[in-house]
């Protein structure tokens, strides 16, 4: 018998005799009380995710518990709205009926979490399927053991586990939870267990949504501020370590600004980290020590073909520390070109137009993100009509994941569906086609058999 299945039966209970009857009132109250423990425990996931990966305190505010923070002021705001009934206009055809979609929670879902932002990509869909008002079981990363933790505490110390649970645990215990029939599956994750995950679910047709990562590309104008952009490129790239779904993979520079551009991101560079011993106090560690080995050898094997390592590049092994770095020389056929990076290393290759440019973005699936730095919104335009990403940033990066009222989510290999705000609320809510007909007499009555005289106004 599956291990988890009394605990899924409990939950499919309790959400058809109550959760699913539930006012709007009482989810808020769920999410105050979620937002309150939150606010009260901060120290506690901080110092989580410190142990977890040396994470620093300021990047644990800003990327995991300020935005859970602002997502739940987000749905308690607006849950009003988003499950507002959406009234129609009613077609010639159907004359005396009245149509509208009504919103209603799918039932009990699955969440699955990666390990990159533990904290923030558990407790994110879970704000959206209880705004929707559904019941979950959260399946965090074993990868971070000390975060796992903390979200178990915050939901054993919020919900019951009727309602909302969590399942510790790797891919046995995933595996396990994936073969039962949920009514919907939230997945985080890389495209390759995505496909596991879409695989599991067609099995019971549950609706999926999976956000999975990619080789996201920045283009660089020669019209581009190079300075600005050098600056945010820093941020951007080296945030968690380079371990985010909406990092950088490579920076196409135009050829004839290549020089100019270079030594802007060298400034930049020593601007923002200084020399390495003073970055290796403000920077996050690679996760694990397989993780650390996998990014390392895409830098030796990128020195072997060539290229040139122009900042960073030093590694310390007893700590899973690769310090910032810059490649100059990547071309199409580098490994480091082929592979989501998932570290910090900030590899460039050059451009001569932008055909060149366009055709090398469209050579991998379509990417999570992609950013194009520019003064031109011609050119701008131009990139964004020949190619398809998930999300786009003109003149800077990362920050479409922190806007809340953008569908945050990849495209085909980089996600199925959206996150975050009422497109988080959606993915959990199914919109139901609610129509009401007269009783007697009616219009539709004009295409029931036999047709005799309505022939000629049916065909
Ligand atoms: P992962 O796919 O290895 O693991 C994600 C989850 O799936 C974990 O909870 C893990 O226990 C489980 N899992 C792993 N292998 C499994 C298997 N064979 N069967 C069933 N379950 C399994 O991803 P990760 O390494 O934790 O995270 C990094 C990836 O996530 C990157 O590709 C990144 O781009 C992507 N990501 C995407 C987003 C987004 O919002 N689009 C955000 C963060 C990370």
């Known amino acids: 018998m599956n291990p988890y299945q009394d605990l899924y039966h409990k939950q499919k209970t309790h959400f058809a005799t109550a959760v699913k009857h539930a006012t709007l009132w009482e989810r808020k109250q769920k999410l105050k009380a979620l937002k309150k423990w939150i606010k009260e425990h901060d120290e506690m996931i901080i110092s989580a995710l410190q142990k977890d990966f040396k994470k620093t305190r300021e990047e644990v505010m800003i990327s995991e518990i300020k935005p859970v923070i602002g997502e739940i002021r987000d749905a308690i705001h607006n849950i009003r709205y ?71 505490q915050l ?8 309602e909302i649970a969590c399942v510790t645990g790797g891919v046995p215990e995933t595996t396990n939870l994936l073969e039962l029939n949920w009514d919907h599956i939230f997945f985080t994750g890389s495209p390759m267990v995505g496909s596991i995950v879409m695989k599991a679910a067609s099995k019971h047709l549950t609706s999926v949504t999976l956000e999975l990562g990619g080789l996201n590309p920045v283009v660089i104008d020669e019209r581009a501020n190079l300075k600005d952009a050098a600056r945010k490129l820093m941020w951007g790239k080296y945030l968690n370590c380079g371990q ?33 011993a003073s970055s290796k106090n403000d920077f996050a560690r690679i996760v694990n020590t397989n993780h650390f080995e996998r990014v390392k050898n895409l830098v030796d094997s990128s020195v072997e073909e060539g290229a040139k390592v122009i900042k960073g590049g030093t590694f310390d092994e007893s700590d899973n520390y690769i310090a910032p770095t810059i490649i100059d020389g990547i071309n199409e056929d580098s490994a480091i070109f082929k592979e989501e990076i998932f570290g910090p290393i900030l590899p460039l290759m050059t451009y001569n137009t932008i055909d060149e440019a366009i055709k090398i973005i469209n050579k991998n699936e379509k990417p999570l993100a992609l950013y194009v730095f520019t003064r031109s919104n011609k050119f701008a335009k131009n990139i964004i009509n020949h190619t398809s990403a998930g999300t786009t940033v003109i003149n800077d990066t990362t920050l479409q994941f922190v806007h809340p009222n953008l569908p945050f989510g990849g495209v085909n290999h980089s996600g199925i569906g959206k996150a975050h705000g009422e497109y988080g609320y959606k993915e959990f809510t199914n919109e139901r086609a609610l129509l009401k007909q007269r009783r007697g007499l009616t219009s539709a009555m004009l295409i029931y058999p036999p047709f005799n005289g309505f022939k000629r106004f049916v065909v």
């Open 82 to 152: 988003w499950a507002r009934d959406e009234y129609k206009k009613t077609p010639l055809a159907l004359l005396g009926t009245k149509a509208k979609v009504i919103k209603e929670p799918k039932g009990v879902a699955l969440i699955i979490a990666p390990w990159n932002f533990p904290f923030n990509l558990a407790i994110g869909p879970l704000v959206s399927a209880i705004a929707a008002g559904c019941c979950a079981v959260v399946k965090p990363s074993e990868h971070t053991p000390h975060a796992e933790k903390v979200i178990q």
């Open 155 to 162: 939901i054993n110390d919020v919900f019951d586990e009727k």
């Open 244 to 276: 985010s779904c909406v990092s950088i993979n490579y920076v196409l520079v135009h050829q004839s600004i290549k020089e100019k551009f270079n030594t802007e991101l060298v400034k930049a560079y020593e601007k923002r980290f200084g020399t390495e």
